[in-house]
């Protein structure tokens, strides 16, 4: 762990240092040292939190980015469960940030534990599997309800470059079809509309992920993916037609929204423009 109760204040790691762990009370030793990321240790114990994992330099470098006084923050239910959060910001949203696998029965208890909870997961581990494709015009804009878009897919240089079904066409043959029934009709091509979905563009993109770590696309709390440049990846859905997608989101924005936002669906809501592109 990054902190450790010392004369009741959390500190962290210093050589030679002595003090308890914030949640269960133990004896917390300091490790420090040339070669090792300096953490605190349960002294008889390995960690009282069957949640944690060992810490990454990735992970301590993301719990840097807020106040020491969100970081490790102990969360305790009505029935007296307890865990320690990753980072908890001052308007309630807890941050967990993972970059080992997990299994749904443990994504599924932190969601039903934390409740408002966003994740924030190590997607460099897997980046060569993870394909971003071309963008998507803002879902609320005027244009956007009129295309249904081909999934896009690897190997499928179409639908990658963006291939979409004009609804209103759709709706010339059958009156009744939908975003989420339509199936087939004229089949169109982004560069007819190119200059119109740049301008509405807010950081919508296609994408593919092969063999997907199935947990995070069944997560009930937004995920982010990180995969080390200067956006995190949003796993979303794009419209009623239930297309899978991407929304890009600057780091400075996330880190901004979860310190001022009440509850995680709202990160990013409020959005500035940002440069279109891939990542």
Known sequence: MQLALVNNEKVEAFTGGRGNCPVCGAETIAKCGPRIMHHWAHHRITDCDPWWENETAWHREWKNKFPLECREVSDVAEDGEIHRADVKTPTGIVIEIQHSTMTDAERISREEFYKNLVWVIDGTVFQDNFDIYHM???PK?????DLVWS????????????LFFRLSEALEDAPSVTKATLRGGWIHGIYDIEEEVKKSYNGYHQYDWVRPRKT??????????????EHLVKLDTYDESGLKCIRLVSKRKFVHDVMVEDKAENIATRFYPITSGKP
Do not use: T
């Open 136 to 138: 998507l015009p803002n």
């Open 141 to 145: 804009s005027e244009l956007a309800q």
């Open 151 to 162: 999934k896009a897919k690897r190997h499928m240089n179409g639908a990658n470059a963006g």
């Open 216 to 229: 995070w696309l069944d997560a009930k709390c937004p995920v982010y993916i990180d995969f080390g440049d």
